[in-house]
């Protein structure tokens, strides 16, 4: 696999349960990224890791719980999630010293 | 803090007519600027960047994109539009500096007609 690949690509869940997005990146970067993007909205950078390091944290709800154990792969934890969290999540990645970024096609969440 | 703004939410092109898409950004100094696509149930795909040098960029696609600092602005062209250029585009912007971070604006939905 090339680029950033991102699993499932769809996901509905109930707001009880407990879920993981995954992210893997084969480019050799050092800075990770998870986004929101909700209709008729812009794109929101909800969290960044740098060198495996989270640097940034966009006011998100706890029930988002990022977990990046190694430069290559993101983990994004959901647990009681809203109605209102159902949107499509991106992760992309990148290196620390540029600003460019690499997406993943997306997990396309529904929470019912 | 840096923002962008795509003012046309919806455009609509015939096939073969040329395209620009409109980018306004609102930054201290230049930002680095960049123009992204994202086709339906994909991710975003990076058409073209600009750091510094020459103002025209060229991408992939056969975009182009200008940077013109007295109007804040970085619009996105393309001189025939092709049936498969129907997507959203993206305008978005780092501050130097700033961290690798980046701010996206709300997006312009290009439909193509045949």
């Known amino acids: 696999e090339t680029g950033v690949t991102q699993t499932p690509r769809h996901l509905v869940m109930g707001m009880t349960n407990k879920k993981s997005l995954k992210c893997e990146q084969h480019?050799?970067?050092?800075?990770m990224y998870w986004y929101k993007q909700s209709a008729k909205k812009p794109l929101e950078l909800m969290f960044v890791y740098n060198f495996k390091e989270q640097t940034e944290n966009n006011s998100v709800p706890s029930r988002f719980s990022p977990e990046c154990p190694n430069s290559s792969h993101l983990f994004l934890h959901l647990h009681t999630l809203q109605p209102e969290d159902s949107a499509l999540y991106l992760c992309?990645?990148?290196?620390?010293?540029?600003?460019?970024?690499?997406f993943g096609p997306g997990t396309r969440l529904t929470v019912l | 803090a840096q923002s962008v703004t795509q003012p046309d939410i919806h455009i609509t092109v015939s096939e073969g007519a040329s395209l620009e898409l409109r980018c306004n950004y609102s930054?201290?100094?230049?930002?680095?600027l960049f123009w992204y696509v994202q086709s339906p149930g994909q991710g975003l795909q990076l058409l073209l960047k600009y750091f510094s040098g020459d103002t025209l960029v060229q991408g992939i696609k056969g975009f182009e994109a200008e940077f013109k600092r007295s109007q804040s602005s970085f619009n996105l062209r393309k001189p025939s539009v092709h049936w498969s250029d129907a997507a959203e585009y993206f305008c978005a912007v780092a501050a130097r500096g700033g961290g690798n971070k980046l701010t996206f604006g709300t997006g312009t939905q290009l439909k193509v007609e045949l």
């Open positions: 480019l050799g970067h050092n800075a």
């Open positions: 992309a990645s990148g290196l620390v010293e540029f600003d460019e970024q690499f």
């Open positions: 930054y201290g100094a230049t930002p680095y």
